[in-house]
C-alpha cells in the first residue's frame, strides 16, 4: 500500500508528513545542509518494512538558505568559505581537524528546541519515536538522543560527526540507552570517514548499535536502508 504525502506544521516547523498504521513508530528524519524534506520523500517507498508500516515526518530545516546556495534549508548556519577550504583539501591533518570543529561551532539549542517542539506537538511517547538524520540532520539527531534521560525507539544517524564542544562525551554516561544505525562512506569528501569512526567510538561505548561502513561517499546507500528494514521491525518487537 502505497503512502500518501501531506504538508503539515508541527509547532512551527514545516514539515512533510506520510501517515502509517497509528499503533506502530513515528520516523522524523532530518536533511542535510542545502536540502529540504521534499529531498526526502522516496524513503517511505524505498524502505518499507515487514510487519509495521511507521509514520514518516520530514521536517524542513530552521534557516533558510539564500538562492546563492540553491534556496535550500539548514537545521544550523556554516561557514561556507570555511567549509569549501576543508572540502578542496582532503588531507587529514590536526590542523583540519581544529578547522572542522571549527566549522561546527554552533549553538544547537534552537533546532533542538524546534525538533522537540515538534515531537511534544505530535502527542506520542519518545518511545514511539524513532529519530534520523543525514549529515546535519545525523549531528542534531545525535545530539537529541544524547541530551534525552527519556529513551526513543531508535536512532539513525547517516554520515554524521563527533562534535567535540557540545557536552557528548559527558552525556553519554548519562542519557538514555538507545539502539542505533550509524552508516558513513569512506569515500565521504565533505565528512572524511573519520568523523564517522570517531563518533561510533563514542556512541558504542554506552550504547548498542551497529556502524555500517560503505564504499561510496556522502549518500544514503541501499545498504543502509537493507539494514534499515531489517533492524526497525525488531526495535518495535522490543518495545511491544
Known sequence: MEYSFFRRKFAGLDSIVCPGD???????????????ADNLAFFPSACPF????????????????????????????LDVPLFQSLISNPDITPETEEQYQKLFNIDFEKPKAALENLIEELDRPRYDIILGGFSQGAMITTHLILSSKIPYRGALICSGALLLDKGWENNIHLCAKVPFIQ???YQDAILPYYHGERLNKLLSSRLHGEFISFNGGHEIPALVLQKMQETLPLWTSTFS
Open 22 to 36: 497509528p499503533d506502530d513508530p513515528v520516523i522524523i528524519f532530518c536533511h542535510g545542509y542545502g536540502a529540504n
Open 50 to 77: 515487514k510487519g509495521i508500516r511507521p509514520t514518516w515526518v520530514f521536517p524542513h530545516g530552521i534557516e533558510q538558505l539564500s538562492y546563492e546556495f540553491g534556496g535550500g534549508r539548514a537545521w544550523f548556519p
Open 183 to 185: 552508516s558513513h562512506g
